[in-house]
């Protein structure tokens, strides 16, 4: 064979050289794409929320209402959010149960770092019961405005002493949307 231009069985190399650099180029980029789906399979709620802290976000609570404020602090079972009500700041509790959305979460996560995150909702509720805190208990039910009298393993007493006849509310956790200063 003579000629000045590529041979047939140059061309028919050259061929196989680009579809075998092709399906290549494909397989890599499924592979990148399913590491990039499985990375994202690693990452829970809790570590997205935690690479928001400080920032602004809205929280859809079970019942339909709406939270707005800067995320202050995430642990594996509640968050607390500081918002605007309607004597300034209020901070609100929220187990993470209460959830069905959140707006203005990033892509990333942070993993937790602190042993604080481990520590469960009934933790922080001692503490507002020792601080004799005055909080609004919203529930799936209703609302109940007193003091924590008591905190249990699932459930937590609301001493409602604004009444005309105090009366101790026992809320489950199961029902707890919200706990706010009040």
């Known amino acids: 064979m003579t000629g000045t231009g590529p041979t047939r069985w140059e ?10 650099a092709a399906e290549e180029a494909a397989v890599r980029e499924g592979a ?12 829970g709620l809790s570590d997205r929320l935690r690479a928001v802290v400080g920032r602004q976000v809205r929280l859809d609570l079970a019942d339909g209402e709406a939270l707005d404020g800067t995320l202050q602090r995430i642990a594996d079972t509640w ?3 500081e918002g605007r009500g309607a004597r300034g700041r209020v901070q609100h509790l929220v187990p993470r149960t209460a959830l069905t959305g959140v707006v203005g979460l990033g892509r990333q996560g942070v993993p937790s770092a602190a042993r604080t995150d481990r520590l469960g909702l009934g933790h922080v509720l001692r503490g507002l019961q020792r601080d004799r805190a005055r ?3 919203r529930t799936t039910g209703g609302a109940a405005t007193g003091r924590i009298g008591r905190v249990g393993a699932d459930h937590l007493d609301v001493e409602e ?5 105090p009366v101790v509310r026992t809320v489950p956790f199961a029902a707890v949307l919200r706990v706010s200063e009040a």
């Open 79 to 81: 968050l607390l959010l």
């Open 135 to 137: 909080v609004l208990v």
């Open 32 to 43: 990148v794409a399913e590491l990039t789906r499985a990375e994202h399979a690693s990452i």
């Open 161 to 165: 002493i604004d009444r005309a006849r």
């Open 11 to 20: 061309l028919l190399f050259a061929d196989l050289e680009a579809r075998f």
